[in-house]
């Protein structure tokens, strides 16, 4: 199920994202949607103690996690993200890359990195999303819709996304910024688009953990047996 805030999301589909200083940037008209490409957007990460540019086609060939939160030194994202970091080497394993989204800079992000003993764990990718592009474009964007109860406004909502080794939207899930998120069902969401990916014509059930049984897609025999 995807939980989201339907006005936010609105806004973020109608709002086009434009490079005033013409460098040629991509303009977005709507967010990302599951079976199709994602923009090729660059952003700055904080990795290893370093500070650099990474662009999401260079993940191309691999899978990858985009996980988007509202921001740093807060109380939920901590946990969640932790859990990730203990979770980190499962997705290395399955051949995928887990880059972390919020509104920070990088240099909140080392700063977070340096004094939390939760986010110390982290290897990962901190990506600083300051100016909103990748929120915007992926729909996660907190906009000043008019509401009274806007209190995130400008940050993100809680925004998981799988991407496949083309490139492409395998699945999304949106949540309110009061639900965490489990880093055991992300990953059982991967294993499950990895398998369908290379078994054609399976697909996963309910619930589906690596070896367990599968149904067949189209199989007319089991309308109404199951």
């Known amino acids: 199920m995807i939980i989201v805030r339907t006005s ?70 901590p946990t969640e993200l932790e859990e990730l970091a203990d979770s980190h080497k499962i997705f290395t394993d399955l051949d995928a890359e887990v880059i972390s989204v919020s509104a920070d800079t990088v240099f909140v992000h080392k700063a977070w990195h340096d004094t939390s003993p939760a986010i110390a764990k982290i290897e990962f990718p901190m990506a600083s999303d300051t100016a909103g592009r990748l929120a915007r474009a992926f729909g996660t964007y907190i906009e000043n819709d008019g509401l009274e109860h806007m209190d995130d406004e400008g940050l993100s909502l809680r925004g998981t996304f799988i991407i496949d080794p083309d490139g492409v939207l395998s699945t999304m899930e949106i949540n309110d910024n009061s639900i965490g998120r489990s880093a055991q069902e992300l990953i059982r969401k991967l294993q499950a688009a990895q398998f369908v990916r290379s078994h054609g014509g399976q697909v996963c059930p309910a619930a589906w953990k690596p070896g367990d049984d599968t149904l067949k897609g189209g199989d007319l025999n089991l309308v109404g047996k199951i």
């Open 8 to 77: 936010f999301i609105r806004t973020a589909m109608a709002k086009e994202k434009k490079d005033k200083e013409g460098d040629g940037s991509e303009c977005f008209t709507s967010m990302v949607r599951v079976g199709h490409a994602i923009p090729d957007l660059e952003c700055e990460v904080f990795h290893n103690e370093k500070i650099k540019k990474i662009r999401l086609s260079d993940y191309k060939g691999k899978w990858l996690v985009l996980f988007f939160y509202p921001a740093d030194f807060t109380f939920v994202c």
